[in-house]
């Protein structure tokens, strides 16, 4: 007898993958279907054979129009059958086959009979199949009955309406509002699952009225919200709340804040959980805001539940890419999860700990990344890289063994998401820490020696090209780069002879040996490569040690000067409407399309890598520059220095969004103003922001660029232009009207009429502060840096900063005044220390590079006094970055 016991559980894993529903065919089952129709229904037969037709649905088998047609009407005769278990499956097979209007109407009688049974069962499935399968003609018929459900006293039938409702919705939302009375009825259930249905329910009807969904929020946090369910969707609906209404600027304090804070203490897990999520997801949030949420995470590290161990140490590592010194007093916890039998949580603790870790630590850390990486999935992977990758950034002077490591992890097995996270990875370590440049490139050569991809090696070769001539030997990328046209495809080889080119083209010394490359590829099997070639061979010379001239440097090699959407925009009109005229690029348009700029940027993450612009400017930066320069306005104002974070000037409930963008020139600041029209039935015209400049007496206005016209929900800007003395840090406050002329505009036709009115609408004041004279450019080695400088243009003074909360407070105020970037990591204050040295790094308009090492001490009283050592390129800058200082 233990024979066989031994024999099945050998089995097991075969056993379990085996399926009762393997090899049936529609044909078979169909003929089977006939049973349907006996005058004696077998029950059981039946059920069986309806699993069987779900079976093919879902596995995507399709029936014909007849087919379905005969299945539906076979299936019906089964309403004669009072088993209870045979009608859910008859309910099932009705919703998944979907009858068209004419078949409906078979059916609905039975199921309208079965709304009104006696057997709850019955009423809550038919309530659902009726729903899934009815148009909203009949609909009106059954509302009553559904009006009805959605209070009934059996939660089951209630949950049926209720979500019913949700799906309903979608598609017939007119009749579905007309339920709110008893959806808010069905609010106050003691039932979990009613209270939670209808909770959702009600959030959808109202969710398009912030006001409606504020009070809401308000009604119901005052602790009427039993289910744990419905509790977790009520915070999520709270955190809405709190993001569109942002902080109490008189208090200080964030409506509803205290009823996350009272949820951390809910008996629930998952209610503390969620709390706990929202409130470190909250905007700008703080320390002290934070610090409870912390505490409730830190206590789930410890958890028995490996779920709650996952979501807790998950929610810190978000965190702890905003707030690192919140999440260190978890590192004891987290370093116990390393060695977790879940590899998913060992991996996002050791990723936690890079980012709150010290200098002194990353060695070690190292050591254990290296023991598990192979164990865990790709996706982990590559959070794992992008720690080492912020790591590497905050502690530069590690990035040798940083580097090595995702070099070495680069030649192990990966997808693609893993490989380029890690090519991009190095590509951002070389742009950042200059030391790292030529151990980077090595490794990506060694790296496009052996990729299975396509896309990355034409990546890394076109990158290869823009930093390979600048490094202090060029010539030994060249074998790297002439193996790709040797034995690779098609595109990696035409992208090496781009490459090879460049080299060619910057460096004068290589350019015979890069002409003897450039003419083998001359016989290639390809066109593309063969055109390359020639274009080349063609255009940079005889192929003798002789400069290339600038030009062709600039044709072959230089940037479009037009965006790429207007130009295939301008072929596709050329090739559509022939003519014998060849295409001029001129007549391209370089104006910008403005509208994504002026829309509210989700805090996603910028494009790094590859993926990157090769400059310094962001991609927004760099659409401001081409857009203020397509406007003829501000054309002659020069190079743009700095572009501003938008600065909001209505509340987020108001009937007009507007928020400005400081755009800094040498002698002179444009205000870009951001309009949206969030009133369906007007439509704005000649919009123009009238600015009071009174309280900054070194600005004169000297232009401004109305806006024609402002439709429902378009978003479109205007400009103020101001002028100011050269070169210098004018600081001053704006008062600003928005001043335009309305229409109203008819919602059946969309049509406006043709008379205005004019209206005004007071909009918030803003500064132009120092820091805004400031760009934050970090350096790789702060002291190499420092000591390049120069002693001569120092500056130092020290100063009282008077009663502070701490010497965090203290930095962070000093930076923000400043508005230069941090380095090093020293904007991190460890906790109870008595004194701080920050350093600070930028580059003050008139593009002169700046330094600032602060030296912070903090008596028992809390009076925090600061040394300033500021050193530049120009020793009135450095009295500059004092004054801003003295004055702030």
């Known amino acids: 007898m233990a024979q066989p016991l031994v024999k099945k559980d050998d089995d097991r894993d075969e056993e379990a993958d085996y399926s009762p529903f393997l090899g049936i065919e529609k044909g078979a089952v169909l003929q089977e279907a006939r049973v349907f129709n006996d005058p004696q229904l077998d029950a059981r037969r039946c059920s069986q054979v309806i699993t069987k037709l779900l079976y093919l649905l879902n596995q995507g088998e399709t029936f014909t129009k007849f087919e379905a047609t005969e299945v539906f009407f076979a299936v019906t005769k089964l309403f004669q059958s009072r088993d209870i278990g045979l009608r859910r499956m008859v309910y099932l097979m009705i919703k998944e086959l979907s009858p068209c209007a004419d078949e409906v109407i078979i059916v609905t009688s039975s199921l309208m009979k079965d709304m009104n049974s006696r057997t709850d069962m019955y009423r809550a499935n038919a309530i659902r199949v009726l729903c899934r399968i009815t148009d909203g003609t009949l609909l009106t018929q059954i509302e009553r009955y559904l009006k009805q459900a959605i209070v009934d006293k059996n939660p089951v039938v209630a949950s049926a309406a209720l979500v019913s409702g949700i799906h309903l919705l979608q598609t017939t939302p007119e009749i579905v509002k007309r339920w709110s009375n008893e959806v808010q009825e069905a609010v106050q259930s003691r039932a979990a699952l009613v209270q939670f249905h209808a909770l959702a329910l009600l959030h959808q009807i109202r969710q ?27 915070i999520r609906y709270t955190s809405q709340v709190i993001r569109e209404s942002g902080v109490n600027t008189q208090t200080g304090d964030r409506p509803f804040y205290d009823y996350l804070e009272g949820c951390l203490r809910h008996k629930a897990e998952m209610v503390i959980f969620e709390a706990a999520r929202a409130i470190t997801e909250l905007s ?57 039998q879940n590899r998913s949580i060992a991996t996002l603790a050791i990723t936690t700990l890079l980012k709150t870790g010290n200098e002194s630590s990353v060695d070690r850390l190292m050591k254990q990344i290296t023991s598990f990486m192979s164990d865990i999935a790709d996706e982990f992977k590559i959070v794992v890289v992008e720690a080492i990758r912020s790591l590497c950034l905050k502690f530069p002077l590690k990035y040798r063994s940083l580097m090595n490591f995702l070099s070495s992890i680069l030649r192990e097995e990966g997808g693609f998401e893993f490989k380029k996270a890690i090519v991009d990875s190095i590509v951002i370590l070389i742009r950042d820490i200059p030391d790292a440049k030529e151990s980077g490139l090595l490794h990506l050569c060694e790296f496009i020696e052996d990729c299975e991809f396509t896309y990355l090696s034409t990546q890394i070769l076109h990158f290869l090209g823009n930093e390979g001539p600048k490094t202090s030997d060029p010539s030994k990328y060249i074998r790297y780069i002439y193996n790709r046209v040797i034995l690779e495809n098609a595109t990696v080889r035409a992208s090496a002879v781009s490459t090879l080119a460049k080299f060619g083209a910057m460096i004068d010394s290589l350019k015979p040996r890069i002409f003897v490359l450039l003419r083998r590829c001359l016989f290639d099997t390809d066109d593309e490569v063969r055109d390359r070639a020639t274009l080349y061979l063609n255009t940079l010379g005889d192929g003798s040690v002789s400069e290339t001239d600038k030009d062709v440097k600039e044709f072959l090699f230089g940037s479009l000067d037009v965006p790429l959407t207007n130009m295939e925009t301008s072929l596709k009109n050329y090739i559509q409407d022939p003519t014998e005229e060849p295409f001029d690029i001129n007549s391209v348009p370089k104006e910008v399309k403005s509208q994504p700029l002026a829309e509210k940027k989700a805090p996603g993450k910028k494009p790094t890598g590859l993926g990157a612009p090769p400059s310094a400017p962001t991609s927004t930066d760099d659409a401001y520059e081409r857009l203020l320069s397509s406007i003829p306005e501000f054309a002659s104002f020069g190079k743009l220095f700095k572009s501003s974070a938008p600065v909001e000037l209505t509340e987020s409930e108001t009937e007009y969004a507007v928020n400005v963008v400081k755009h800094i020139f040498d002698r002179h600041v444009v205000f870009q103003y951001n309009c949206t029209n969030t009133i369906p039935e007007q439509l704005l015209e000649n919009v123009t922001v009238i600015v009071d400049a009174s309280e900054a007496e070194e600005f004169s206005e000297v232009g401004t660029k109305p806006l024609r016209s402002l439709p429902y929900d378009t978003p479109a800007q205007t400009f103020v232009a101001f002028e100011k003395p050269e070169g210098v840090p004018a600081v001053g406050k704006f008062s600003n009207m928005l001043r335009f002329t309305v229409k109203e505009v008819d919602p059946s036709t969309g049509e406006a009429e043709d008379d205005g009115v004019e209206d005004e609408y007071q909009l918030e004041d803003f500064e132009v502060a120092a820091a805004d004279y400031i760009l934050k450019v970090g350096v790789s080695n702060f002291k190499n840096a420092w000591e390049s400088m120069g002693a001569d243009s120092e500056r130092i003074d020290e100063y009282g900063l008077g009663p502070r909360e701490s010497l965090t407070e203290a930095v962070n105020a000093v930076i923000n005044l400043l ?19 920050c350093l600070l790094s930028g580059v003050y308009i008139g593009n002169m590079k700046v330094l600032v090492r602060l030296s912070f001490g903090i008596d028992g009283t809390k009076e925090v006094a600061m040394k300033l050592a500021v050193r530049s390129e120009d020793e009135n800058v450095s009295d500059a970055i004092h004054e801003i200082v003295a004055s702030g």
């Open 208 to 234: 398009n009225d912030r006001l409606a969904v504020s009070k809401l929020v308000t009604s119901l946090t005052k602790g009427s919200v039993r289910s744990p369910l419905a509790q977790c969707l009520l």
């Open 819 to 837: 508005g230069m970037q941090p380095c090093e990591g020293t904007e991190v204050v460890p906790s109870n220390s008595r004194s701080h040295t």
């Open 284 to 340: 700008n949030v703080t320390t002290r805001e934070l610090t409870p949420a912390i505490t409730v995470l830190q206590l789930f590290l410890s958890s028995s539940k490996p779920v709650l161990r996952f979501a807790a140490v998950r929610t810190l590592n978000k965190v702890a890419m905003t707030h690192p010194m919140a999440v260190t007093n978890c590192n004891i916890d987290m370093e116990s999860l390393i060695s977790d």
